[in-house]
């Protein structure tokens, strides 16, 4: 019987974000918002529903404006470059 | 910080990219992202200059929209520059300021409309006013260097007080002719 790999990405947000404490999230597109609201809605989410390509940008820059305001870690799930996840602290 | 860094370069004058930096200084200006472009470089060269003002270099110039949400969400005020031929590429990522309501202020160095050399500047610059106005961005026009410091005011008030998206277009004859020199 062949084993079935595939990552069932809705579970896998949920997974990403047990535990999160203050930590701020921005999607982008419908599939990653969906999956980041799915995951429980948090006042720290911003949810871009359109804009490709944005969302890290808009990452970028809530961490240089955080460097002085607010300092707190965040990640940016994009699903305009595929799964691409990342940390920016 | 509110005081502007003076840079001791002779190439750094009173001129208008001066004015339209302390103008920016004036309104809290905190980001300043850019493409490189010789009609800003002055302006990016005072802002590398200043501790206050954090600049980002971009890929491409539609990031520089997507950064300046991100700064305003993060209480910075920020300021795009560009120029003519990048407005195109932004076009799609305006709707994140538009949906979202954003503050958003882009200074526009004109290709296209005075001397051009080049011929591939020319449409983008033809029709740089229309597609910033067809997705909701007020447009401003800085054609003479004295009323550098009073247009960049209007559009940082309209943008930062206001709400509005806003692009300044510095006049090619402004800025002068361009020169091309080769180097090897």
């Not at chain 2, 950064?67 to 305003?72: N, R």
Request: glycine share 10%.
């Amino acid at each position: 019987m062949a084993q079935n790999f595939t990552l069932d990405r809705r579970e896998a947000v949920k997974a990403l974000l047990v535990d999160r404490g203050d930590l701020l999230v921005v999607t982008g597109l419908g599939s990653s918002s969906y999956d980041v609201f799915d995951a429980g809605e948090h006042p720290g989410n911003y949810y871009l529903w359109g804009a490709m390509g944005g969302a890290a940008m808009v990452g970028l820059g809530i961490a240089l404006a955080s460097v002085s305001t607010m300092p707190r870690p965040f990640r940016v799930k994009s699903s305009a470059r595929s799964s691409c996840s990342r940390s920016l602290i | 910080m509110d005081d502007v860094a003076i840079k001791h370069d002779a190439r750094i004058g009173q001129g208008w990219p001066f004015q339209i930096y302390k103008t920016l200084k004036k309104f809290g200006v905190a980001q300043i992202s850019y493409v490189p472009d010789a009609g800003h470089a002055e302006l990016i060269e005072l802002s590398h200059g200043d501790r206050a003002i954090q600049t980002t270099v971009l890929t491409t110039e539609e990031e520089g929209v997507a950064l300046s949400a991100g700064a305003w969400l993060g209480g910075d005020r920020a300021v795009l520059l560009m120029q003519s031929s990048g407005v195109g590429n932004c076009v799609n990522m305006f709707s994140l300021a538009a949906s979202c309501r954003l503050p958003f202020l882009t200074l526009v160095t004109m290709r296209g409309e005075w001397a051009e050399f080049n011929p591939w500047q020319i449409p983008m610059g033809k029709a740089t006013p229309q597609a910033l106005e067809i997705i909701g961005v007020t447009v401003l026009r800085l054609d003479r260097a004295e009323d550098a410091e009073e247009v960049v005011s209007a559009a940082a008030s309209l943008a930062f007080e206001s709400d509005q998206q806003v692009a300044v277009l510095i006049s090619q004859r402004m800025l002068g002719r361009k020169k091309w020199t080769e180097t090897h």
